[in-house]
């Protein structure tokens, strides 16, 4: 399995390809929403530095720029939310095909899931369903990577 390098990623829905990930409004607190928004390039919190954990394993940590803080989840159940938190987070990359990736929980097999195309909706998780493209993310490098 192939995945991205470390580095500075803005980090795209396949299904909503206009919508990345964005820490709501680079909010450091823990438990602030990670959602789906419109690039906006002069902002931060929608540029992740992915750090490799385990490379022949695809296990990644995800830490926002703008707060300084890691993607993490606010519980391992269908719907529980994407989040910041000061918490290092763990998540597993699958790659459905060349420059796609499923993200998955480390401890489960729920994977991130954006359930619409609207500004501000909440990344959520959900069960690996292959067909479904607003399950499958692509990592676009910063300058620089």
């Known amino acids: 399995m192939t995945i991205p390098v470390p580095g500075t990623y803005v980090i795209y829905n396949i299904q909503y390809s206009t919508l990345d990930v964005d820490l709501h409004w680079a909010n450091v607190s823990d438990g602030a929403p990670v959602v789906g928004y419109i690039y906006n390039e002069s902002t931060q919190n929608m540029l992740w530095n992915l750090q ?42 699958h790659e459905r095909k060349i420059g796609e990736y499923e993200i998955q929980t480390y401890n489960s097999e729920l994977v991130w899931e954006l359930p619409d195309g609207n500004n501000f909706t909440e990344i959520i998780l959900s069960p690996p369903i292959s067909f479904y493209d607003n399950q499958a993310w692509q990592f676009i490098p910063v300058d620089g990577n």
């Open 52 to 93: 490799v954990v385990d490379e022949e394993q695809g296990l990644v940590q995800f830490v926002n720029l703008a707060g300084n803080n890691y993607a993490g989840v606010s519980g391992e159940i269908d719907g529980s939310g994407v989040i910041g938190t000061s918490i290092e987070t763990t998540f597993k990359l």
